[in-house]
Structures are given as C-alpha cells and as structure tokens.
C-alpha cells in the first residue's frame, strides 16, 4: 500500500493533465495523515461495504480498500474515473479486486449497487454536499453510517440542534434519516488547491423514520415552508403550505406546537406531527 502524499497528487494530476474547477468541487486531500484519520474515525467493520463519492486522484480511496470489504467510488469526471482503477492497481495491487468505479452523478445514483453500499465514507464535493447525502440517504436503505468531509459551514448546519442559530432545512432533514455529529476539523493546507473555506468531518448513524401518515416528501414539504421564511412564526410560514393562515394555525395547534413557534425551535418529530395533521385532512 503506498498513499498519496502533495509530490504524487501533484505529478498525477499533470500526467492527466487534469485542473480542479469549482463547479465539481475538486479539492483533493493529499495528505497521508489525514486519510488515515477519516478511515479510524469512520470506524468500519471488516464486512463493511463504502461508498465514496468523489473519489477524485484517490487519495482516500487508497486508505478505505484495506478497512473495507468492498468500495464503490463513484466519480462524474470522466478522467478521473478512468484513472481510478489504473492508480489503485499499481499502488494497492492486493486490494484492487475490492474496488469498483461508477462514473456517475451521485444524485442520480440509484440501487442496486453490488454488494449493497453499508458506510458513506466521502471527500464530498463542496458544492452538493447536503443533496448527497440527503439522496444517498433516501435512495439507499442499507447505509447504515457515515463520515463526510464538508465544509465547516456545512457541517455545522448538518449537526446543528433545534433552536440553534445555524438550524434549518438540512438539519431537520438529516435527522429524519440519522442522528449526526461533528467529528473534527480538517485543516485547509491538506487540500489542493487549498480551499478558501475550513472544512470539518460529519458522523452519522441512520435511526428509524419518525412514524409518518404519509411519505417522506409530505414531511419534508413542511419543512422547507417552514424555513423559507424563518424569522417568520409558523402561522405565517406555513400558510402557503396549509392553504392559509388560520388553517396553518389549526394544523401546528392540532400537533401540539404552538402556532407562534419559529421553525428552528421544531424537531424532525414535531414536523412529522404537523405533516401527519395536514395529511389527515
């Protein structure tokens, strides 16, 4: 096994002749250390099978294949994904028969992946790193937990509780599927190109759906009413929603939650009960 290290990130991204853009979010971990760090912090059993999305150079594809039984690396540059296999053959050659490559956009993937994908374990590009794991989370069953790499913003807001200023849609959200929380700081000098923003992991672990008359989306179109004008009370924000704003008011009474309530002071659970009396109407 022979990690990447800034020299070997460097000199495979020339022979590719590959450039990092924004618009895929390319900011690739060349750092040994840090790679070692994600793959203990994301404490994966010997069975367990990952996915990764954004595999880039692979960097941490290299440190995932000895802790995992499989890994599906799924990869929109077609350069990249092309290389992938090629890279790992001549630096992993005993864990090569682990990996397969899916060039592919992660928010169209769709099962079945074989085997089936257990862990989300991601260096997630920055720019759709919420509708990631959101879509993975609801297209794919069997993961069970995760560890992404985002950036701090993000993190902060996945793992933000109710009643905390950076909570809103995709906190709620994630805590319909897993309850999640802050697994350390990244530093940026082990990206390149270094990123202007600081980065932090996210651990998750997927808990049963809140009971729900009604499917998920009828829960989630709550929230986002809720959210859409979050200074205002939900008598107010969720009029659009309900068909107006005494009904609105009815309905947020009806699960127990005081009209006058922001959507930031809500659980999952308490928007789940509003979606439920909606639904029963």
Aim: zero cysteines; a positive charge; glycine letters at 8%.
């Amino acid at each position: 096994m022979s990690l990447l290290g800034p020299a070997e990130v460097r000199g495979l991204a020339e022979r590719l002749g590959l450039r990092p853009t924004k618009q895929l979010g390319q900011n690739f971990v060349h750092d040994p250390n840090t790679v070692r760090r994600i793959v203990a912090t994301a404490d994966l059993a010997a069975a367990a099978v990952v996915l990764e999305v954004g595999p880039g150079l692979g960097s941490l594809t290299l440190a995932l294949l000895p802790a995992a039984a499989h890994l599906h690396a799924v990869e929109i540059d077609p350069v990249l994904a092309a290389a992938l296999p090629a890279t790992v053959a001549a630096r992993a050659p005993g864990y090569a028969g682990r990996l397969t490559v899916h060039y592919a956009d992660a928010l169209r993937l769709a099962p079945p992946l074989d085997p089936a994908p257990t862990a989300l374990v991601a260096n997630l590009p920055y720019n759709v790193a919420v509708p990631v794991v959101l879509h993975l989370l609801a297209r794919f069953g069997t993961l069970r937990h995760g560890l992404v790499l985002v950036q701090q913003e993000v993190a902060d807001r996945l793992t933000a509780p109710p009643g905390s200023r950076v909570y809103g849609a995709p906190s709620a959200k994630l805590a319909w599927f897993a309850a999640a929380r802050p697994a350390g700081r990244v530093p940026r000098t082990v990206f390149w190109p270094v990123p202007n923003v600081d980065s932090s992991l996210v651990a998750f672990t997927r808990h049963p759906a809140p009971p729900a008359l009604g499917d998920r989306s009828s829960v989630f179109a709550v929230v986002d009413a809720a959210f859409a004008q979050r200074r205002k009370t939900l008598r107010a924000a969720l009029a659009g929603w309900a068909g107006g704003a005494d009904r609105a008011a009815a309905l947020v009474a009806a699960a127990g939650v005081p009209p006058t309530a922001r959507g930031e002071s809500l659980t999952i659970e308490q928007f789940t009960a509003i979606a439920a009396e909606g639904a029963r109407e």
